[in-house]
């Protein structure tokens, strides 16, 4: 048997504690790349609960803010109604306090601005992606879609419906006169 030289033994000692240390090293790496997912995962998590914590807070204020809307809708529906049915019933308008007040009613704009300051938020920065469920992510964005939509409607609704034909067609209708 050959007797391996001092030399050539420690070069494999070496190579042997070098990829013992290099594994070690990767393993580190590793281990703190689950640690560093782990944590992130968790901060987005933590996040993604605040975010629809104010989701919800927003979407309670603007169930008010719907039903605001809806009673000033009801109001104009029976003021309409009742303008209409009195002008029917004489074929013209007897002026009194009663008209005075639907017609009052007819006139007021009510405009509808939606709370979407989270949502924006969300939009702007890309975080609405911290949100896991499609989904609801989905629904969210077709709520805000559509309430940025029906807020849009109510502004050219008061310019167009009140300003271009409500207000105009009672002027002309009746003894209304502007100065």
């Known amino acids: 048997l050959k007797k391996k030289s001092p030399s050539r033994m420690k070069n494999g000692d070496y190579l042997k504690y070098a990829t013992g240390e290099i594994i070690l090293v990767v393993l580190g790496i590793l281990i703190a790349l689950s640690i560093n997912n782990w944590n992130t995962n968790r901060l987005n998590s933590e996040a993604e609960i605040v975010i629809l914590n104010n989701l919800i807070k927003e979407l309670n204020l603007e169930l008010n803010n ?31 306090d009663k008209l005075l007040g639907h017609m009052n009613d007819l006139m007021i704009r009510a405009n509808f601005t939606p709370n979407t300051t989270t949502f924006q938020t969300l939009e702007s920065t890309g975080k609405i992606n911290l949100i896991e469920n499609k989904i609801l992510k989905e629904k969210i964005i077709v709520y805000y879609n559509s309430i940025s939509f029906f807020s849009e409607n109510t502004k050219k609704n008061n310019s167009t419906l009140i300003d271009e034909l409500i207000n105009l067609k ?9 100065n």
Not at 76 to 88: D, F, M
């Open 66 to 96: 719907l039903a605001v809307h809806k009673t000033a809708q009801n109001i104009w529906i029976s003021s309409g109604s009742e303008v209409l049915k009195k002008y029917n019933i004489n074929n013209m308008f007897l002026v009194d």
């Open 170 to 178: 009672l002027i002309n209708l009746t003894f209304f006169k502007t």
